[in-house]
């Protein structure tokens, strides 16, 4: 699976008849627009969106109720992953309810596999965007929206379609990404009471690193981000299969970060071991260019969970409910706080 995703040559990113920007491009244009994306993900500027990251995640676990059962994906992972990132881009909070609405659409379309509907959902989310863009025109930017919005790609300014597109694929799939994933971790930590309790500690001695180390463990465990595809270019063999030209090959992450052959016991958490092989945020060209941005976020949720309780455990009277294929992770995670 990493010789098919650091082999772009191959096995094309070009999937979708739609053009994605930068997933569904290849070679020097993916580069061309890669380079404006990762402009906006810098460690520079991920470290700008610590503090009104903390001050949302602060809010969110404040107003969450004590020694009665609390869901953590509607009442945690969702208004964070919308809160945060619509922080980031500058986006109004008057959105939000939209923007939920969406995210639960987009999961139902996802799983019907229904085209139609995933095209009529998409369609739904570029005209939200397009929205968004028509009262920051010819104003100087004061965000991040209104920065890409004069922002240049090989010396010319990028089209509506191609903001469009770059705003669609940070929010659309990534918010519901960034809600699995915190579900994925209090579920963990739920079920890990000492692991639990020896990030409280060390989250409350500030250390970054190890709690962001250990949240991309816990994803490699349960990666709640599934699957990619590409499209091969030329004939190729792939293990002892052959595969033609214009075949699609998948790249399943949640399945190759518990690749036996590469983790020994895939449910052992060894976040130091494990790191190198981590697959969470993809490999090659297409790696995930808001790696440092997620990691962050999910960081300071977590800590602000686990500075702010004493335990969190799962609810013994509601069992958490799985998500359905092709979407991972958790649907429901009740827990209980104190
Ligand atoms: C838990 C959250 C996330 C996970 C697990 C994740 C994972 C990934 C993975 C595995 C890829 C590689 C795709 C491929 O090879 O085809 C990827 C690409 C990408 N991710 Fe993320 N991601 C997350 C959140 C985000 C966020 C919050 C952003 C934006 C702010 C983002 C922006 C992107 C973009 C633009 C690409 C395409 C890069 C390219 O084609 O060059 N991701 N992500």
Redesign the pocket.
Known sequence: MVGV?TDPGTFS?GVSARRVI????DGAE?AAY?AV?DR??TDERVSRQVGPCRTLAAAIVDTLPRGTSVEILASVGIPFAVRS?SS?LGWPSALEAVLVAWIRDNQVATRSGDRAQTAEVAQRFDQLILELLEPRRGRPPTDVTGELMNDTVEGRPLTDAEIVS?LR???A??LG??A??VGVIVHFLATHPDLQQELRTRAGAGEHEALEAAIEEI?RID???VS???VATCPARLGDGAIETGDQVL?D?TAANRDAAVFGDPDRYAPEENAAAN?????????????A??LM??RVITEELLGRTDLIALDPDRPGIRETPPVGGWATVPVVLS
């Open positions: 995703a990113s930068p997933n569904g491009l993916h890669r994306v906006y993900l990132q980031w770059i694929n940070w929010t799939g990534d990404s960034l699995t994933s994803l990666d709640p981000f990619n595809r590409r790249l992450w697959l969470v945020f993809g490999i090659g060209a297409h790696r995930c260019p808001g790696r941005l997620t976020e999910l």
